[in-house]
């Protein structure tokens, strides 16, 4: 059982819930997670439950299972994560682009100046790159950060790129306004939990193999640290298919309305791995409710040093943004759609 | 090495074709399927490539594995399907809607009569259920068939229905307008070389796990035989996921675009299993660039006998209808959309 | 709800089962399965259990959801399935071995020799093969069963082939002793029909996305029509991987052995499609408790027409009959090993 | 292109390999991994192979690809892993064994002293648990390695403990004599990267959805760091599958044996979730060459903390060991029959 006590509870509060067990003889761990104050017990607590929902700090009790997400539920409306002066949640469509890696200053501020030309509202680029072999280029680090910000500053696109150590969250969050979490890391508990005591807005994206649910608990690990600001993106699954880098699992954006009131957007480019589907997809994203995608753009792909063959180019990306426009457009002239709801 | 002979080539043609195997001590077999006549040999055969090209009634020569799909293949253009009245892979976006399993015969036609009001543009209904016991409902049979034609009859729609047996392909042709293969059976090749027979249009549903290779090869079956109007249905993937029935994967529409000339619809009903989804995923495929989609309707779904929690009601059609025509119109504005390609 | 009927239940027994539905208004369908009579209710039957239960022919009353394999369910004893002078489910380790495909009467006389001297229990091979591509060796029919038969009158092993298509069973029957289901046709149901009305025992082999309950399921069917001789065959699921062909499900050997009484034998050779890989995964088939294996097995595999990759030399099947003996032989030393049971 | 230079190349011969392509205009970034110093290029640098092969400090060039595991590359002979007073990968087959968790002193004692007395070589307890739900046990931490350093003190077995953390691997490493790396980090590549510095061999578990071919490049990132002690887990796979909570992939011991020298253990315990399933999976592992296994062990599996459904009671473990024993006896008369090849 998880007693979950209310955000005023203090000490005496607390000291109560666990005197409570204490005298049953029963374990009962508190943890104090930032934004949010637990106790745990194990089954033989369950005995108690309607003393200790009486006592004056007990917000609800709840079983592990349905707790794993609390904060992260809801529905019926998105929650508004602005992000440099930007915003995700708020009912318009908002469109991340930029190159995979940064490959050098003077290469990211042109394609930074491109998809500000085309329409983005945020630049995207990697400074620190995982990457499955340890010999290939790993980004390049805090000279990398510099460049996005000199984009950022010149173009007044927010910049979003991957941190993948909790040792290095200072650093980049001197350089970055949306902090990314790639899909190795999405149980990287460590570094969620260490993101949980931001300030700065997280990216979040779904791990290769992961259910909603646990996506979602992978939130919760950040919204119960205290950083509410946090943003899903679905980026494809991992299945038999051989078309197709990965299995873009476009249902999931109407799920998650159905669960969760985080923004969600989606990324078409690593989803599929070919330039030529990102565009569909994203049109597809835009119908499907969506709060926006994340997209690879370089103004010259064959020079790309990863995934050049899913990189749109800037012309492509203006095109693909006036076409989500216009769906979203027609579509905002209904009622609810956007909330996924039948 | 695989031999296509010209569809005009003569017995004298062929007999040249395997004499000359013959006489260097090379096994070669023809095999005639209806519209292909095809020589086939073992990798020793390919070092009279040349000679054997020079033959009058060679088309040409393939690896069995580039083979696999010639009558499939194709791009940039996609081959209109006529079926009753109506067609499909002619830019419009046409709208398959009906029962999971007809039930009965006052219960059809008053959703056959609803669907139509909505907009739809076929009637679809299983007379003949695939259902994983052996001991529950397995359709009507032919008086499911009977009512699917009266339905059809009374609103001018056509009739979609599974046939499972290549022995009850006569018997559900005399009744329907297209035939459908479903998942189970997408490499069920006898049933797939008897309706290369046929006359009647075909609409062949993607295997649960199914590559898109095997899906085009295993349609190039009824092509091959001659019947040469096969729709094609993405309808879900099977994968970890538990927050839908399968994973629809959206981003095969695009891709079976730049690999087929065949039109491609989605059933966003057994894709999420969800009636709650149908809809966003129906708006997504319009965006995708889908030739149609196929749903589930009843008029009163807690009735169903199967899948009742997928069906949507009439009105929810109506409003999804709407939606995917709203979708189409902004992007048959552009250029090239439909064809996926960059 | 399922009312089963009694085996002995006679007409005037079902008809009372009917009446008392009738006489509620509440429809209820008889069918008869061969081996087993159920009448299917819609849910508002399930007030009127009480009532029914106590009729005379009534056997049980079920969900629909659990009775999906009744037949096949149980544990603790494995059912003996005799086929021609060998059986599976005895206690000891049948072995399978052959040739893919039927590739010549000549070849397939000197594999059938190989494989009996190296100790196999039974002749495979395929006589029609179901084949990705229309345009690729499809077996050779009735000439590769009559050299199967020649094989099986001159060694003593009995023959497995695959038979597709429900019109050709008494053909292959005619020549074979156990008839194989193939993965592709793990759900083409009147297969499995046709299947259970026939006395030949079946092979059935798991789908490449079946869940274990949909495999039993699928086994029910040929059950229920009155065979009860069903032989089950694990043969890999697909999943993300590219180092195998399949991802070999060994776990469903002891988590079947859980759920139903029916032997269940592994298909190493599909589940891999690597040579290298066959024997270690037969010897852990031994290991976990499997009724046997089938191999692919060929003298010259450079000169088969399909899956060469994958067929052991008859030196490396004796080697690998000679390792499981001696794994099975430890392990009946202890109690209750082969049950899977804790 | 790569160039990976001798281990004894000093800084002038490393300047040599720099200057040749800087000469050209080419930009060649130098890394220096631990064990490893190589030279990445961008493509245009492959046609100066000829002149940098022929450099003195060079060893060999390779492509990105080919290169992702060159030090974890091998086949034939395995690695020795010397971890505490054993060993893994020595031929002999090696049993780790524990709880999930370390709940407490007295019940981690009694496991500690049942689990040597059963004959396993080592033991596994978490103290850092990775957990779906940021509201749920998490493990006892600095407590929990304090007590199984007692228990290794008192049983001489060594202990087995996840890392979750770059920051807590000095802790981590003061208690323990295995550093494990959970599926969930398996890509945590600043993780991997730190351990590459530690003298503590790693256990490194599979990801949910890797292939073989990144789990090998993520051993690369810790030998290339200069720690050449890595111990390879396959632990099962996500799949469809509902009957277990992974699909154990043990097939791919054997493919895993053509690949690397890396010694290959199999944890049933998480690959299948149920404790009826390990002692038969365990058996399997054997017979398929592994190197032995990780099993989860609780003297009252009702009071776990965590996944109590798959922990083997003490008695079954030494049962276990025996089978797997014997198993193996058997097999070492033969010959070659654990490096898996044919």
Redesign the interface.
């Known amino acids: 059982m ?1 007693v979950f006590l209310r955000p005023d509870a203090d000490a005496a509060d607390r000291e109560r819930v666990l005197a409570l067990f204490r005298a049953e003889g029963i374990r009962a ?1 508190l ?1 104090v ?1 930032g934004a ?1 104050a ?1 106790v ?1 017990t ?1 089954p033989s607590g369950n005995r108690l439950r309607d003393r200790v929902a009486a006592l004056p700090g007990v917000e609800r009790l709840e079983s ?1 299972e349905s ?3 609390r904060l992260a539920a809801g529905h019926g409306r998105t929650t508004r994560v602005p992000v440099g002066g930007t915003a995700f949640g708020d009912g318009s469509f908002a469109v991340v682009a930029g190159p995979c890696a940064v490959e050098g200053r003077e290469v990211l501020l042109e394609i930074a100046e491109a998809v500000r030309a085309a329409g983005a509202h945020a630049l995207r680029g990697g400074a620190f790159k ?9 980004g390049l680090g805090e000279e990398g950060l510099r460049a996005l910000r000199e984009a950022s500053d010149r173009t007044g696109l927010p910049v979003v790129t991957e941190v ?5 969250i200072p650093l980049v969050s001197r350089y970055a306004d949306l902090l990314q979490v790639g899909s ?2 999405m ?4 570094l969620l ?1 260490e993101l949980g005591r931001q300030a700065r807005p997280v990216l979040l994206k779904r791990g ?2 992961a ?4 996506f979602l ?2 939130a ?2 950040v919204l ?2 205290g950083n509410g600001k946090v943003i899903l993106c679905e980026r494809g ?8 880098r990965n ?9 998650l309305r ?1 669960r969760t009131h985080l923004p969600v957007i989606v990324d ?1 480019s690593h ?2 791995g ?4 990102v ?3 994203a ?7 969506a709060d926006g995608v994340m997209v690879e753009v370089h103004v010259r792909p064959d020079e790309a ?1 990863c995934d050049a063959r899913q990189a ?1 180019l800037p012309a ?1 990306l203006e ?1 693909m943004i ?2 989500c426009h ?2 979203r ?3 905002a ?2 009622a609810g ?1 956007m909330t ?3």
Chains 1, 2, 3, 4 share one sequence.
């Open positions: 998880l761990d943890r997670l949010v637990v745990e194990p592990s707790a794993a997400y995982p990457r499955t072999s340890p010999y290939t280029f790993q993948m150590d909790p040792r290095e190795r890391n149980q990287n508990f460590p939990q290769m193999s259910t909603l649910g646990e608990a992978a919760e690990y119960s640290g699954v991992r299945t038999f298919g051989d078309d197709t299995t873009l699992d476009l249902a999931a954006v109407p799920a159905s078409p989803a599929t070919r330039a030529d589907l565009r569909p997809m049109r597809a994203a835009a119908a499907a409710g040093l749109l492509e095109a006036a076409e216009a769906i457009s027609v579509l002239n209904g759609l996924g709801a039948r």
